[in-house]
């Protein structure tokens, strides 16, 4: 059974960081590209930042480069999403997701198969 749980959100001051996990069970995370995604309220869910089988990255350009780093733990089966300078318009439910093999972009939502619960990340000013 496939399942995907984040952690490490929360309440942080602008500039501040935070870590994201995503803990796989059910298959192995170096065997498929992983993604994150956000989604703030009122808006759709955003790209941030992919990784493939081979570790290469890819983030949202416009909106986190430089500040946002997606990375992979294959010993604990567990994808992070390192958060750093962060602003108040980062406030959103974070979720990390599996990216169906062979999918043509990996930046849309409709690219991936699994999801997590999604995570709340609060930037205050």
């Known amino acids: 059974q496939v399942q995907l749980v984040e952690s490490g959100g929360g309440l942080v001051q602008a500039g501040g960081s935070l870590r994201l996990s995503c803990a796989a069970s059910g298959f192995t995370v170096s065997h498929y590209a992983m993604g994150w995604f956000r989604q703030a309220p009122g808006k759709e869910r955003e790209f941030v930042a992919r990784?493939?089988?081979?570790?290469?990255?890819?983030t949202n350009v416009d909106s986190v480069k430089g500040r946002f780093t997606i990375s992979r733990d294959n010993a604990k089966n567990t994808v992070y999403l390192q958060m750093n300078s962060l602003k108040p318009e980062d406030t959103a439910v974070y979720y990390c997701?599996?990216?169906?093999?062979?999918?043509?972009?990996?930046?849309?939502?409709?690219?991936?198969?699994?999801w997590g619960q999604g995570i709340q990340v609060t930037v205050s000013s």
């Open positions: 990784i493939s089988t081979f570790g290469s990255t890819t």
């Open positions: 997701a599996r990216r169906v093999p062979y999918s043509a972009s990996g930046t849309y939502t409709t690219d991936y198969d699994y």
